[in-house]
T-cell receptor
């Protein structure tokens, strides 16, 4: 058990809808990262928050947004969903931001299916 | 932009042999490189980190090398076991030092 909790584990929704994925980092970790994993693209970095502030953006679509709350949990909001958004979404946490070799602890992911 | 390539999508070996996985990168000189293991339907799990001033790192049956001239890391599993079957991902910190970028991974299958 990595200590990172993601809910829900599975999510099935229709095109055009909006969903929210939730992540609770390991106790004491201030950094939260979101990744999207699909078979053809591999693990793609979406966004990084550190202690409530956005630190880095990767390949995140404008239809997607995220935030980190004062209690350090994070939410990833996906709107106007398309079939191609179907993927496994992972949250990871670390004590500090990258740059000094911080290893990431991953949650078990949310499997999103857009029908 | 930086690019990470794990040159084999799949590797099949027999139990007891040494598995060697390759990670190449371009357009960047990272200060360190990490390796993760991912089992189907689960999140990646950290295995090893090697820094640019380290040529080799070992942990039990695992060995990682880092050649900054070749821009390549090799990941070895000695005396492989069926339980080692998984996807192995290499990862580098991006140039801004703000995120870990992953390769697509190599799926290792160890047969008994």
């Amino acid at each position: 058990d990595s200590g990172v909790t993601q809910t829900p584990k599975h999510l099935i929704t229709a095109t055009g809808q909006r969903v929210t994925l939730r992540c609770s980092p390991r106790s004491g970790d201030l950094s939260v990262y979101w990744y999207q994993q699909s078979l053809d693209q591999g693990l793609q970095f979406l966004i990084h928050y550190y202690n409530g502030e956005e630190r880095a953006k990767g390949n995140i679509l404008e239809r997607f947004s995220a935030q980190q709350f004062p209690d350090l949990h994070s939410e990833l909001n996906l709107s106007s969903l398309e079939l191609g958004d179907s993927a496994l979404y992972f949250c990871a946490s670390s004590a500090r931001p990258q740059g000094s070799g911080e290893k990431l602890f991953f949650g078990s992911g949310t499997q999103l299916s857009v029908l | 932009s930086q690019k990470i390539e794990q040159n084999s999508e799949a590797l099949n070996i027999q139990e007891g042999k040494t598995a060697t996985l390759t990670c190449n990168y371009t357009n960047y000189s990272p200060a360190y490189l990490q390796w993760y293991r991912q089992d189907p339907g689960r999140g990646p799990v950290f295995l090893l980190l090697i820094r640019e001033n380290e040529k080799e790192k070992r942990k039990e049956r695992l060995k990682v090398t880092f050649d900054t001239t070749l821009k390549q890391s090799l990941f070895h599993i000695t005396a492989s076991q069926p339980a080692d079957s998984a996807t192995y991902l290499c990862a580098l910190c991006n140039q801004a030092g703000t995120a870990l970028i992953f390769g697509k991974g190599t799926t290792l299958s160890v047969s008994s």
